[in-house]
C-alpha cells in the first residue's frame, strides 16, 4: 500500500504554513512535498520534539485531513491540514517544595539557576525530596508540563554554579540540541591538588568504574569525553584552573583531572591522598583537611536563546567556601615566595 496522502480538494492555500489564531492548528507548505509526515510535521510544531510529536502521532493524537493514525513515514503531498489534539501531561512525580533558589535570570523560555553546593539535581535513591527540581516545580508550577522539570544538564550536589533549565516546550528542544551540538559553553573553576605549567586538553573515554559502580573512570569502553583546561593561577603545590567541557559526561572534569594526576582540593571520590604544601599555616591545613567537597564551580555559562537566537551569557561568583581557600593558598604562596 502506498502511504503516500491525497490532498482535500477544499483545501486552503497550500502556501499557508500555520494557523495563526490556532497554535495547534497548521498547513503544510508545497516545499514540505515528499518529506515524511513526522518530519513535516516537527517543521510545523517546532515546540516538540520529534520523537514526543511521533508519538502522539501513533497514538492518533495528531489528525491530517481529519484522519487520524496515519504511519510516521507517510508521504506528504503539501496543503495537508494538521491538528494537535494531545494535551502535554505531567511528565514529573516530584513534589514541589518551598526551597529558596538563587534565580540568576528568567523569562518564558528560560531559567538560570546559581546552584549552591550540597544540593541535589535530580530527585533519586535516597534523595526523593529536597532537590533542585523539588524547588523548581514550588516556583515555577508550569514545569511539569516538561521532561525532568525542564532540567536537561545537571550539576554533581557538591558542585557549585550556573545551571539552565527550559520553562518552555520550545526551549526544552532548543537546549538540548544546544548540548547535542556541543553549542553550549560553559566554563568552570576548580582547584587541583598539584603543580600545573600549562594548560591543555584531556581527551579520554569515561565510563563505570569496572569495580565500584558509583563511581566513573577513564575507561576504554566508556563515551568519548573532552575538557580542556587552562591555568587561572599557580600556587605552591596547588593550582586554580579555568576548565571547559566539550562533552557533558558524569563527574567529568573530576574524572579527568584526577586521570592527570591533579585531583581537586576536596573531592570525596577521585581527590586521593591529602597534600599539604611544606610550611604551610594552621589555618590552611585545617582549610585543606576541613574542605569537605569538591572545589569546583560552574563560573560562566553561555548559549543561544531558543526563540530569539540572541548569545547570552552569564556569570556567578566564587563561593564564599572556595574563595576562602584561594584566599589562604594566595597568602601561603605570599609567605613562601622561594619555595618550589
Known sequence: MNDTLLAFDDILDPEETADEV???????????????????IAQVFPDYSRSRLTSWLKEGKILVNGQAGLPPRTEVVGGEHIELLAEPSAQTEAQPEDIPLDVVYSDEHLIVINKPAGLVVHPGAGNMRGTLMNALLFHFPELRQLPRAGIVHRLDKDTSGLLVVARSPLAHKALVEQLAERDMHREYLAVAQGKLVAGGTVDAPIGRHPRERTRMAVTETGREAVTHYRVAEKFRQHTLLRVQLETGRTHQIRVHMAHLKLPLVGDPDYGGRLRLPKGASPELIEMLRGFRRQALHAARLELTHPATGEVMAWEAPI????????????????????SD
Open 22 to 40: 490556532d497554535p495547534n492548528r497548521a498547513v503544510l507548505s508545497v516545499e514540505q512535498a515528499g518529506m515524511r509526515l513526522d518530519q513535516a
Open 319 to 338: 563561593p564564599a567556601d572556595m574563595q576562602a581557600l584561594i584566599e589562604l593558598l594566595r597568602e601561603d604562596r605570599r609567605q613562601h615566595p622561594d
